[in-house]
């Protein structure tokens, strides 16, 4: 699910990038922004970080003794993705495994959808493994997959999520291309 948050942050701003020109310093401190939050990645509250919509403030800045570098205070609007239990989403089939399939979702890498989670499809082992159901429907590379999601775990160290999802229920499973 996309979340659109408000958050404060600190952006520190070199001497050497300061100027006298207020258009200049507004720059430095957008940029220095956009390098902090995409190098954040996610967080577990608030999920990946996606986009910096709107700069709402920037603070009175404030120079740091050691250093003489000024930090800025600044109230910021962006996109954040997140997966919740219970969700519906689709992702894209990376790898097929004896035991279930990975997949990709936005964002997210880690998506596991183990074989006890596909009622009616079997693996189907050789060059290209597929999962294959009795009606003939395929799960393998590059297909779209609905899926429902049971649960996730936040990574600390890596900062990112993984995720279990299932197909258990309606409409779940590999989307027709047809209605794409």
């Not at 001497?15 to 430095?28: C, F, I, P, V, W």
């Not at 009175?60 to 519906?88: A, I, M, N, Y």
Request: charged share 25%.
């Amino acid at each position: 699910m996309f979340l659109k948050v408000q958050l404060p942050w600190n952006v520190i701003i070199p001497a050497e990038n300061l100027d006298a020109k207020g258009l200049m310093l507004q720059r430095s401190i957008i940029i220095r922004l956009l390098d902090d939050f995409s190098s954040k990645k996610a967080t577990k509250d608030l999920g990946y970080f996606l986009a910096v919509t709107t700069l709402e403030s920037i603070g009175e800045g404030k120079v740091r003794q050691h250093s003489g570098d000024v930090l800025f205070p600044v109230v910021f609007s962006c996109l954040t993705f997140k997966l919740f239990r219970g969700e519906v989403l689709e992702g894209v089939v990376h790898k097929i495994l004896k035991h279930g399939v990975i997949l990709r979702c936005g964002p997210i890498e880690n998506i596991y959808l183990s074989c006890q989670k596909m009622p009616d499809y079997r693996y189907m082992p050789g060059e290209n493994p597929v999962f294959m159901s009795e009606k003939q429907s395929k799960i393998e590379k590059e297909v779209v997959v609905r899926f429902m999601v049971i649960g996730t775990k936040w990574l600390e160290a890596e900062r990112e999520f993984q995720a279990l999802v299932s197909l258990e229920g309606d409409f779940l499973g590999p989307v027709s291309s047809s209605m794409m």
